[in-house]
């Protein structure tokens, strides 16, 4: 348990639905992200919210919009997605967005993902 | 580029081998994190490297930062199938996680 829940973890839909994702942290944490996670690729990070405020979006389709309606909560609403948008999306937090190089006190808690299907 | 390459991608071996994965890149980086990524749940943080030529270990785990700081490696010693995971490297880059595509590895009892 790393403190940072999401819902829900399985998820199939057709390309006409219109869903959300749902990320939640228990940590105190002011900085929250979205990460795509497909076979034979990187974890690819998507969107990163500091203090409730988007400060990445890493050349997402607009078919993919987050919501932060606090530093605790994160939603990922998806609608006419794609066949290849099917992978799992990870949402993590960190205490704050981790600026410039690493430091043994930058971590980013993940949450379980949600693995998603797109018919 | 910053791109982090991880060797090997797949490993399969058996409870109580010793194994060794590597995380590369082309550029000097100043910091490097492992994480391990079980199945059905979401990397965690094992460690944080920071200093060229630095050693760290963590139980049965060991991890090094090359001396050039292009690269880092984690040594297993005496794999246990609790070790079975998706084992991933990352860099900071202006604010964010940059990630390799990770070691798949499988310890069969």
Known sequence: ETGVTQTPRHLVMGMTNKKSLKCEQHLGHNAMYWYKQSAKKPLELMFVYNFKEQTENNSVPSRFSPECPNSSHLFLHLHTLQPEDSALYLCASSQERVAGDLHSTDTQYFGPGTRLTVL | ?109
């Open chain 2, 1 to 109: 580029t910053q791109l982090l390459e991880q060797s090997p991608q797949f490993l399969s071996i058996q409870e109580g081998e010793n194994l060794t994965v590597y995380c590369n890149s082309s550029s000097v980086f100043s910091s490097l994190q492992w994480y391990r990524q079980e199945p059905g749940e979401g990397p965690v943080l094992l460690v944080t490297v920071v200093t060229g030529g630095e050693v760290k270990k963590l139980k049965r785990l060991t991890f090094q930062f090359g001396d050039a700081r292009k690269d880092s490696s984690l040594h297993i010693t005496a794999a246990q199938p609790g070790d079975t995971g998706l084992y991933l490297c990352a860099r900071g880059s202006q604010g964010n996680l940059i990630f390799g595509k990770g070691t798949k590895l499988s310890v069969k009892p």
